[in-house]
C-alpha cells in the first residue's frame, strides 16, 4: 500500500531522488556506530585470565579494551568453581595470588581459596575499576582482518541481537584471546586442534584412548533399555563408538558440565524444579547404579564441596553425575547457534538430574530428602535466573604454538628456560565418551596422574608461530597436547598467564617488536620485580630450597608431596637430638613486614611446633597448635600468622623453626614476609 501510495504522490525522478536521500541520511549513523576503537592492546575474553591480562597492561600505561561476548566478568571463576583447583600454591604467583588474597580479605582470612560466585565477580569487577579500562559487553567475534601475518582488526557483532547495522570494529597493536573456546585464534588462521593426540605423536603415555578406573562405572551395569536385549537399543548417554586400542588420537572432547551453586539457606533458597525438556528416562543409568552400589548420601553421587554462607561447588563423581559425556564434540568449532543449542541441553540435563535425584520415586527416600533441602541461592546469578553463567568449557581449541607443552614438561623430563608461569595440577582428563565394553557401560577417557612438583609453562607456548601470527597472544587456549593441558588448564594458571601475556604484549610495543622476538628475560624481571603490577613492595618467600637463605642444623628429612614448593623438610626425633631450621629473608627495603609460616598439616604432625623470630635486634618466642591451623580447599597445608615485625635491610633477620618439645613430626617448609601496606585486613587464621 505505501509503495503505491508513493508512485502516486511523486514522480518518478523526485521518488528516486526521495529514496537517495533517506539512504544518504542512513550512513552517518552507521558510520558512527561502526567507526573503528584504536587501543594498543585488545583483549578478546572477560574470563579470569582476560580481567587480569587487562589490568596488567593498564597499570603498565597501555591503552586497553576487554570484550566479553556475555554479561559477566570472571568465567569459570566467577560462575560456580569455588573450589579452587591449586595443585601447589607456590605455582600461583602475582596478581593471581592477590585474588585469593583478596578472596581471603572479604572472609576476614590471609587467604582463601573457597569462594561464593558473586564474591569473585564483584572482586572482578572490582580490578577493572581499579585499573580503569573499558569492557564492552555481550559482543562476539564476527571477523578478522590480517594484513600478512599482522592482525589489523577486529570485527564485532551483538550477541543478543547481531545486526550489520550494531557491527564494531576494533584495532590493536597487540591482540590477546582469553577465552575457552579460541575463537579469536581460530578467526586469525592460527594453527590449532580439538581433541587428543595419538601416545605415538609426541611420545606420550597418558594420552588418547584410556580406559580407566576413575569415575567409572563398577562391572555389571547394563547398558540396553531392556537389560540383556541389545534389540532394545541403548540407555541414554551411551553411545555406539568402538572401544580403540589404548593410546588412540581422536576428535572427541573431555566433557563438560556446570559448578553447581546450591544453598541449604532457606532464606536464600528458590526450590529445584522441574526444568523444560525433563525427561527421566536421560537418569537410568542413576538407578542401576545405585542398584548396584547403593548411594549412602549425596556425596557418592556428585563432589559437593560446601563454600562459605551455607552454599556449595558442585562437581562430577564416578559413573553418571554432572559431567554430560559425549554430548559436547561439535562445541569447540560450532558456530554460535550450535554452541548455545548443547549449552541449552546441558542446562536441562544438569537442572533434570537435579530434579530427578530428588522427586523420581525409584531414587531412595534418604537421597530425596536430602536433596530436597538445597535450592538454587537466590543472591546468585540474578541476572540469569540464579544459574551460572558459564558453561565449564574444559578443553576446547588448543593453539599449536612455537612450542608445545607435553607430558614430558609435566613430570620435568624437558624442562623450559622461558617459564612465563608454572602448573602444578595432576595431569586430569574428564572422561570423553560412554560406551559398550564386553556387555557393559564403562566410561572411557578419564585421567588423573600425578606425582610431579610445579614446572614452568614456556613462553613460546603462548605465541603462535612467528609465519602465523606476530601480534596475538593466547594464554588459555595455549599450546599443549590435550594431556598436558589437562595439568595446565586451571583458573589460577591462567591469571598468572594472562598478567604475564599481558607483560610480554607491552614490552613488545615499547620495543616495537613481534611478540616472538620480546626479551623473555625482561618479562621474568618485570614480572619479581613487580608482582602486583602497581609499583609496590615485593613481598618475600623464603622456600626451603632456598639454600643460600636457608641454615639447617640437624639432619632433617625431605619430603615431595604435600608442601608448599617442589619440597619441605621434616624431623621425626621428637626433640631427642636439638634440630632446627633458620629462614633469612633478603630484605631489599627496610620497613614493617608480617610473617607467616607455611604449614602443611601431616595427621603425625606434633602437637606444638616452636618458633622464633629475629627482626635484627630482638627475639621473639612463639608455639602454635595444629589444631588451630584449619586447612580449608584442594590443599594440604596453611600460613601461620607469626606476627608483624620492623625488618632492617640486608639479611640479619630471621624465623627458626625447631624440634624443641615436640612429640611428633616437625615440619618446616617456607616462611613469608608480606610489607605491612599489602597486608591490612590480614590476620592469623
Known sequence: MMNRILIKKYHLPNLIMLLLSVCILSFPVQAQQTSPTEVDICIYGGTAAGVIAAYTARKMGKTVLLIEPGKNLGGMSSGGLGYTDIGNKYAVTGLARDFYRRIGQHYGKFEQWTFEPHVAENLFKDYVKRAGYQVVYENRLFAV??????????????????????????????????????????????????????NSQYN?????????????????????????????????????????????????????NFRICLTNNKDNLEPITQPENYDPKKYELVLRLMEKTPWKSLQSGFIWSLMPNGKTDINNRNGFSTDM??????????????????????????????????????VPEHIRTEMLSWGYPKDEYTDNGNWTHQLYVREA?????????????????????????????????????????????KNEGNVEEGGFGPYPISYRAIVPKSIECTNLLVPVCLSATHIAYGSIRMEPVFMVLGQSAAVAASLAIDQKQTLQKVDIQKVQQILKANPLSDGSTPE?????????????????????KGGYGPTFFTDDS?????????????????????????????????STTQVKVFDGKN???????????????????????????????????????SNQGADGVVVADAVLFVPVEQNSGNKSK
Open 397 to 441: 581449541r588448543r593453539m599449536v604454538g612455537e612450542l608445545v607443552m607435553t607430558q614430558h614438561h609435566c613430570q620435568g623430563k624437558e624442562v623450559v628456560t622461558d617459564g612465563i608461569g608454572m602448573a602444578a595440577y595432576t595431569m586430569d582428563s574428564h572422561n570423553c565418551d560412554r560406551i559398550v565394553v564386553d556387555g557393559m557401560v
Open 204 to 256: 606420550e603415555t597418558f594420552n588418547g584412548v584410556q580406559l580407566m578406573k576413575g569415575h567409572q562405572f563398577p562391572d555389571g551395569i547394563d547398558p540396553y533399555i531392556v537389560p540383556g536385549k541389545p534389540e532394545s537399543g541403548l540407555v541414554w548417554g551411551v553411545s555406539n563408538q568402538p572401544l580403540l586400542p589404548a593410546g588412540s588420537g581422536d576428535k572427541k572432547v573431555q566433557a563438560y
Open 619 to 657: 627475639i621473639k618466642t612463639l608455639s602454635f597448635s595444629k589444631d588451630d591451623v584449619q586447612v580449608v580447599g584442594q590443599t594440604s597445608g596453611e600460613w601461620v600468622f607469626l606476627g608483624n615485625y620492623t625488618l632492617p635491610k640486608g639479611n640479619k633477620a630471621y624465623v627458626e623453626v
Open 574 to 606: 621428637k626433640g631427642t637430638a636439638g634440630k632446627s631450621i633458620q629462614f633469612a629473608p633478603a630484605v631489599n627495603q627496610a620497613g614493617s613486614y608480617a610473617a607467616y609460616l607455611y604449614f602443611p598439616k601431616l595427621a603425625t604432625a606434633s
Open 325 to 362: 559425556i559425549g554430548m559436547n564434540w561439535d562445541y569447540p568449532e560450532a558456530d554460535y547457534a550450535t554452541r548455545a543449542k548443547i549449552w541449552k541441553e546441558h542446562v536441562a540435563y544438569t537442572k533434570g538430574l537435579l530434579y530427578f535425584v530428588g522427586h523420581d520415586p525409584r
Open 145 to 198: 582482518k590480517k594484513e600478512g601475518i599482522v592482525i589489523k582488526e577486529i570485527t564485532l557483532e551483538n550477541s543478543v541481537n547481531p545486526s550489520a547495522a550494531t557491527n564494531r570494529t576494533i584495532r590493536a597493536k597487540i591482540f590477546m584471546d582469553c577465552t575457552y573456546e579460541g575463537d579469536l585464534m581460530a578467526k586469525a588462521g592460527v594453527s590449532y586442534t580439538v581433541g587428543r593426540e595419538a
Open 540 to 560: 618475600i618467600l623464603v622456600d626451603n630450597e632456598a639454600k643460600a637463605n636457608v641454615k639447617l642444623t640437624g639432619n632433617w628429612k625431605t619430603e615431595n
